[in-house]
């Protein structure tokens, strides 16, 4: 059972536009919340995270938003750029049981922005 | 420079042949991690390690076995015993915030 879903398996945006890449998830005991961005044959990097304390955080053009009700976050690049196009993955893990920070991931976005 | 290395870049190993990656970090990090990416598939936890000398599966053990030594290296061994071992595997490790991670390996059974 997959318990992080990213239900888009692409998403193609004009550059200079907005990119929303959504993720939900289905355990209650994530608590905090990361996007990767990944190229082909690269290791992931790491972008930006969100505790479940908050439901904003933003870090120049990425802002993430955690709506925990709905058990759903999503990414936002503002401006898109078309360095920006990769696959990103979100991905969610229990902190509050104690040092285990194993993450469980989504199966990735492609997103491509157009010249 | 702190990072994670992973070598090598490409592997290439006949079937029914045993094959280890290396994972090496200097970022001084208690927890260590191996995933394997398939297409389509995003990535999934093979085994961890938080601690020197303790190790766990993750979602897909089977078929390989890990080593925890040293805090700075954690090797994965890919056994004959894995059914479908053609993949890209990523190693990473992590402090008290986020996972780091390697370059990767692009392994290959022929």
């Known amino acids: 059972d997959q318990q992080v879903k990213q239900n888009s398996p692409s998403l193609s945006v004009q550059e200079g536009r907005i990119s929303i890449l959504n993720c939900d998830y289905t355990?209650?005991?994530?608590?905090?919340f990361l996007w990767y961005k990944k190229y082909p044959a690269e290791g992931p990097t790491f972008l930006i995270s969100i505790s479940s304390i908050k439901d904003k955080n933003e870090d120049g053009r990425f802002t993430v938003f955690l709506n925990k009700s709905a058990k759903h976050l999503s990414l936002h690049i503002v401006p898109s750029q078309p360095g920006d196009s990769a696959v990103y993955f979100c991905a969610a893990s229990e902190r509050s049981g104690g040092s285990n920070y194993k993450l469980t991931f989504g199966k990735g976005t492609l997103l491509t922005v157009n010249p | 420079d702190g990072g994670i290395t992973q070598s090598p870049k490409y592997l290439f190993r006949k079937e029914g042949q045993n094959v280890t990656l290396s994972c090496e970090q200097n970022l001084n990090h208690d927890a260590m991690y191996w995933y394997r990416q398939d297409p389509g598939q995003g990535l999934r936890l093979i085994y961890y390690?938080?601690?020197?000398?303790?190790?766990q599966k993750g979602d897909i053990a089977e078929g390989y076995s890990v080593s925890r030594e040293k805090k700075e290296s954690f090797p994965l061994t890919v056994t004959s015993a894995q059914k479908n071992p053609t993949a890209f595997y990523l190693c990473?490790?992590?402090?008290?915030?986020?996972?780091?991670f390697g370059p990767g390996t692009r392994l290959t059974v022929l």
């Open positions: 355990n209650s005991m994530f608590d905090y």
């Open positions: 390690s938080q601690i020197v000398n303790d190790f």
């Open positions: 990473a490790s992590s402090g008290r915030t986020e996972q780091f």
